[in-house]
């Protein structure tokens, strides 16, 4: 708003202003995003070498802090090639619809009391809207691309991503439950009054988010999308250049949204560990970005050191494991909202 009426005072047309200042708001978040994306490469990889005690990337740039950035000109640089039986529309579409939907989703993510870019009251809802559709990019790369690994891998996917999607929208409802309202930012201020969701009867909710954040972008130990013994390389086998490099930023993307989800929706999200001092002089969008790259280094470690899953321990473990204990979780939320609130959400 204040972008708007400062265009406006300029001579702009209102539509016209509002339409420039949204641009701009939207431009400068996507180019944070992009150095965010570059900086958590660089821990996964420092990370991933620290723990097989090696040094990772440290010759391009002071200790190897340039890079994320080598590899993306690298990508960029290389030639497209797209396989002569694909379907050439499909191929390339597919890439930026799975970028385009990771990006998205931070339109509604608080970073600090107020700082948002849509506020809006279903922003729960959205956030499950957009991730719901993800699946479709993968889909449509595996079968664009006109070679059996990769719609092998387009099919486990989309059954990977659908099963883990139900047990997260249970999670979320158990937290809704708490929190009384939609809106992200009112659930954090739900946590100021009553604590950290983490911290309380939901912290296997916690955890069932955590786990299902693997599955959901397919990291390990749930990388059986890019199993290299029999897929080779996944749905993407056949991308090569920019098109690899946005869904390679798309996947990094999502696992970012996703920390920031649950630092929302368990951890305070921008609410300092006790509200005094000295923890209240620290802004509160330092603390929303602190509880994200911890959340990262928790994904990090686990791909470090976790074993890969056989494809039917993962569906065992999302259909028989997590589906009925966050079933379970939303009816003891109930109850217990109702018994100790009577009933005021």
Not at 3 to 12: A, D, V, W
Not at 61 to 73: P, R, S, V, Y
Not at 289 to 318: E, H, N, S, T
């Amino acid at each position: 708003m204040l972008l708007t009426h400062y265009f406006n005072t300029l001579g702009l047309p209102y539509n016209w202003a509002w339409t420039l200042s949204q641009v701009l708001v939207l431009g400068v978040c996507e180019f944070l995003a992009l150095l965010g994306v570059a900086a958590v490469i660089l821990l996964d990889r420092k990370i991933w070498a620290a723990v097989q005690m090696r040094r990772g990337p440290n010759v391009v740039g002071a200790f190897g802090l340039l890079q994320t950035i080598a590899d993306a000109f690298k990508f960029l640089l290389k030639e497209v090639i797209i396989p002569a039986g694909a379907n050439k529309v499909i191929f390339i579409l597919a890439p930026l619809v799975t970028a385009t939907l990771a990006f998205a989703g931070w339109a509604v993510i608080p970073f600090d009391n107020g700082w948002v870019v849509s506020n809006i009251n279903v922003g729960i809802l959205y956030l499950f809207a957009v991730s719901s559709l993800g699946v479709y990019g993968v889909i449509m790369a595996g079968w664009a691309s006109n070679s059996k690994y990769a719609f092998l891998s387009a099919l486990r996917a989309a059954a990977q991503m659908v099963s883990y999607e139900v047990s997260i929208g249970f999670v979320m409802i158990t937290v809704l439950l708490f929190a009384g309202s939609l809106n992200l930012s009112d659930i954090v201020r739900a946590q100021a009054q009553q604590g950290w969701f983490a911290f309380t009867i939901l912290f296997p909710m916690f955890v069932v988010f955590f786990v299902s954040t693997l599955a959901e972008t397919q990291r390990p130990p749930f990388d059986l999308l890019e199993a290299e013994s029999e897929l080779v390389a996944g749905f993407f086998v056949e991308y090569s250049s920019t098109p690899f490099l946005l869904f390679f930023l798309g996947e990094y993307v999502s696992i970012m949204l996703l920390c920031a989800l649950m630092s929302v929706l368990f951890l305070g999200g921008w609410l300092p560990p006790l509200q005094m001092w000295p923890f209240t002089l620290v802004p509160g969008v330092v603390w929303f970005f602190g509880k994200i790259m911890f959340l990262f280094f928790m994904i990090a470690m686990v791909k470090a050191f976790v074993p890969r899953y056989r494809y039917d321990q993962l569906m065992r473990l999302g259909w028989k494991v997590f589906l009925p204990l966050s079933l379970f979780w939303v009816v003891l939320s109930a109850g217990w909202i109702l018994y100790f609130h009577g009933g005021a959400h």
